[in-house]
């Protein structure tokens, strides 16, 4: 699944004040980031001092996806272009590409 093809199979609201970053809006609370990126998707987990809830992250070929498992099982998934993946990335703290991986 590439960065052209998810947003143009699905909507996506941009968010305020955060250029390169959009919200999933017709995924389902419960549709895990799997579920939107197929079977052969890698996608790393991390548990980040600047994020109360789990984060998912998938790299794309322009960009990559971040995702928030929150406690309550649902997810909040963002789609993002290389510059915004990459400056939420570091606000998160999460080094990326993943060491080893």
């Not at 290389?82 to 606000?91: P, S």
Request: glycine share 12%; proline share 4%; aromatic share 8%.
């Amino acid at each position: 699944m590439s960065f052209d093809d998810l947003m143009k199979s699905r909507q996506w609201r941009p968010i305020r004040n955060c250029p390169g970053r959009f919200i999933l809006v017709d995924g389902g609370l419960f549709t895990s980031l799997a579920e939107i990126l197929g079977p052969c998707a890698e996608v790393s987990e991390f548990r980040a001092a600047a994020a109360k809830d789990i984060v998912l992250v998938a790299g794309l070929d322009r960009g990559g996806m971040i995702s928030y498992k929150r406690a309550d099982g649902t997810f909040l998934h963002t789609l993002n272009t290389e510059e915004g993946f990459a400056r939420k990335l570091r606000q998160l703290g999460i080094e990326w590409p993943v060491a080893g991986g």
